[in-house]
């Protein structure tokens, strides 16, 4: 069967590129995609308390039969759980909800500028991973300005920063502050959340000459500039379809055409985290 290569964080500690992501999935129905994703050959699941969906993402890890050590299952920090002895509790429920005693990685959630709890979180982050109740730590929708102040303040690099990237919104800039402090990049809305992107022309034409479906040229455009990817879907051909995008190989041309369909802060779809603070 075909598996997804991994990438190396900082710390030592691998993840698989290609994910699944479980935003928007019901609890009641996580169960059953997210086998669907086992099956189709999905190791890494993406979830978040905040999803109501841990539970759900738990009892498909307890029923698929896997290990904890052939899986990397990710939770994110909610806001309202910022601060340091919030955060340590929190991690806690999560863990107990997704029915694991060890997590391969946890984010905080949101920067959430205004709250400004974000440097006493990360301290807790970094407590967790001593302890040994987390393999790997990272942040999500951090801005350049956030990450140089965990960094500063803690002297913790976070392995991955995880935001919002899809080719109308490439966050080169982001990417690249991320390559230079030695933080893997992860893509949110991979796919612009379907729509507009995957009827675009140019994705279109590139999906013709490699027999590809467009979510699988995008993908695949995600992979190829070394990106870790989480596309979601509750349609099992999809699923299926997303995981076989690792199949797809883009050339220098493609990859270029793509790049070049970045719209700036135009393209954004979600909030941005250097103003949004929604605890
Ligand atoms: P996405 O870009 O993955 O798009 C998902 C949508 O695209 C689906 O609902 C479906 O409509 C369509 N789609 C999926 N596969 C398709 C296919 N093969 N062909 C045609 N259409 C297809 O959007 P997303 O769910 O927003 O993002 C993916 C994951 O990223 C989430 O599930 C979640 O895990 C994570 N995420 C994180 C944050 C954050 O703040 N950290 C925010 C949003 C999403």
Known sequence: ??????????????????????????????????????????????????????????????SSGLSPEELFITTKLWNADQGYESTLAAFETSLDRLGLVSLDLYLIHWLQPQ???????????????????????????????????????????PAINQVELHPFFNQAELRAFNVSKGILTQAWSPLGQGGELLEDATVAGIAAKHNATPAQVVIAWHLAIGNVVIPKSVTESRIQENFAALGVTLDAADVEAINGLDRGAEGRIGPDPAVSDFA
């Open 1 to 62: 069967m075909t598996t997804s290569p991994n990438l190396t964080f900082n710390d030592g500690n691998t993840i698989p590129q290609l994910g699944y992501g479980v935003w928007q999935v019901e609890d009641g129905v996580a169960e059953k995609v997210v086998r669907q994703a086992f099956d189709a050959g999905f190791r890494h699941i993406d979830t978040a308390k905040i999803y109501g969906n841990e539970a759900g993402v738990g009892r498909a890890i307890a």
């Open 115 to 157: 709250q400004d709890k974000y440097v006493d979180t990360w301290k807790a982050l970094v407590e967790l991973q001593k302890r040994g109740r987390v393999k790997s730590i990272g942040v999500s929708n951090f801005t350049k300005e956030g990450l140089q102040r965990i960094i500063d303040e803690t002297g913790v690099v």
